[in-house]
């Protein structure tokens, strides 16, 4: 072979092996990137670099990532099709959603990293690949105490060995009672998945739950069934809405730690016989602030000042009042006067408040949310609800608040000006009061705070989003 050949064969291997390689690359199943993802959690995620994934998706930059993008997974052989996202929910377990997704066990572990079926927790989500030729099984049916699998299978029009097959039982006498198993077909109920009969049905909106949020759980029973329960430390209270759900609204502590918490629903049957049904619940970070350091008057962080305030604060919010005044979203209570997004402070910053003159110092965090303007400006009542506070206080200044009805409270600081007295009802856009600078602040302006069952919440999220 000539060297006129040879070079020519080399020039060739070394222009084709670079486009090889990057074909070679691309080769995996595809993650649709879901809402708060980054490149960096998505490679933790799968067990592979950023750089592996930048390869394999030709990212040059790895802060250029949008929500529905598709991207490859590199590393997963024998892996293909579309990876999808599920959240868990009260209710599910390990074994139902491996069930009603009908993936193999061995790869929906790979695929989640799972050491065991224990760190199965509400709000966390999980990988399902979808497969060719399969659909998720929605028919959920629980065989009854002293039923076995064959009543069982004739009951919901299938037969004993389909059941075994679809749910991995060791064999037909496996059906054990309260087990939750799927069935071929549509659902035309809302069965339960894994919940005791009294419960038809349940489900907590919005997961996962951030430090700060509100979590809504909503439950459709059997008839007569009344409903309570814990979630973290606070008592669960329950309100009938129109179509008969029973739902609860509960705020999470900006200062709680991320990481798993209880969350237990019980159920009272007609006959005083109770059923409940606990899972851990994950609460995520909020990634508030950390970095405001305010200058105050020393006497209004004397603990002897403001213990007392925010006990009598904290016993006017407590009571949920089974009226609901409200209907629909709120709206901003600066919205008469400003931008709704002028904001001179978040919920949730953390603060350092400083003694003037002394060495005091105060470590808190922000719990409302501050609109700028001057003093004068009108303050307009985001909901409808029940004034049940409009008096002055040392440290909030002049102050209202308002009951929206099932734990939910509006409160209002620093006002120069209070346009109403407890036990007035107000309407959503009435004003209420005006801005001022009364009370521990830097200058004027409208703090407004939002109480769901005892805690102090994001006011942003209630003016995205509707609740319950």
Not at 67 to 74: E, K, M
Not at 163 to 178: A, E, F, R, V
Request: proline share 6%.
């Amino acid at each position: 072979m000539t060297k006129r050949v040879i070079l020519i064969l080399f020039l060739l291997s070394t222009t084709i092996l670079p486009f090889t390689r990057a074909a070679a690359q691309a080769v995996g199943p595809v993650y649709i990137v879901q809402p708060g993802d980054s490149l960096s959690s998505i490679a933790s995620r799968f067990n592979v670099s950023i750089t592996e994934l930048m390869e394999a998706n030709n990212i040059s930059d790895p802060n250029q990532l949008a929500a529905g993008q598709q991207l490859v997974i590199p590393g997963l052989e024998g892996i293909t099709g579309t990876l999808e996202t599920s959240v868990i929910n009260f209710g599910d377990s390990y074994q139902s959603l491996v069930r009603r997704t009908q993936v193999p066990v061995d790869l929906f572990r790979k695929l989640n990293h799972i050491v065991s079926p224990s760190e199965f927790y509400v709000g966390v989500s999980m990988v399902i690949p979808a497969q060719e030729g399969k659909t998720n099984l929605t028919v959920r049916i629980t065989p009854q105490t002293g039923e076995s699998l064959l009543e069982t299978a004739v009951k919901h029009n299938t037969d004993v060995w389909t059941l075994t097959d679809i749910n991995s039982l060791h064999g037909t006498w496996d059906g054990l009672p309260g087990d939750t198993l799927y069935a071929p077909g549509q659902s035309t109920d809302q069965t339960a998945s894994g919940l005791p009969s009294a419960f038809v049905s349940a489900q907590i909106r919005d997961l996962p739950i951030k430090q700060g949020g509100t979590g809504v759980i909503k439950v459709v029973t059997t008839p007569g069934v009344t409903l309570g329960g814990i979630l973290v430390d606070h008592e669960l209270h329950f309100f009938t809405m129109e179509d008969g759900t029973q739902v609860a609204l509960q705020g999470a502590h900006r200062l709680l730690d991320p990481g798993v918490y209880p969350l237990r629903i019980d159920a009272t049957l007609p006959d005083g016989s109770t059923q409940s049904y606990e899972q851990f619940i994950l609460i995520t970070s909020g990634n508030y602030s950390t970095n405001e350091s305010l200058p105050v008057d020393p006497s209004l962080i004397d603990p002897a000042v403001t213990e007392p305030e925010q006990k009598q604060l904290e016993g006017i919010t407590l009571p949920s009042t089974p009226t609901k005044y409200w209907n629909g979203g709120f709206v901003s209570p600066a919205i008469a006067y400003a931008d709704s997004t002028y904001f001179t402070s978040r919920y949730g910053t953390r603060r350092t408040y400083i003694g003037q003159g002394t060495d005091l110092k105060i470590d808190w965090w922000h719990t409302g949310l501050d609109f700028g303007g001057g003093t004068g400006l009108p303050i307009t009542a985001p909901a409808a609800g029940k004034v049940v506070f409009a008096s002055a206080w040392t440290v909030r200044g002049n102050t209202t608040i308002i009951d929206h009805g099932w734990g939910i409270y509006s409160g209002f600081w620093h006002q120069s000006r209070i346009n109403v007295q407890a036990g007035d009802l107000v309407e959503q856009g009435q004003v209420i009061g005006e801005v001022g600078g009364t009370g521990r602040v830097t200058g004027p302006h409208l703090h407004w705070e939002l109480w769901v069952n005892g805690v102090q919440v994001d006011p942003l999220d209630w003016l995205t989003l509707a609740y319950p």
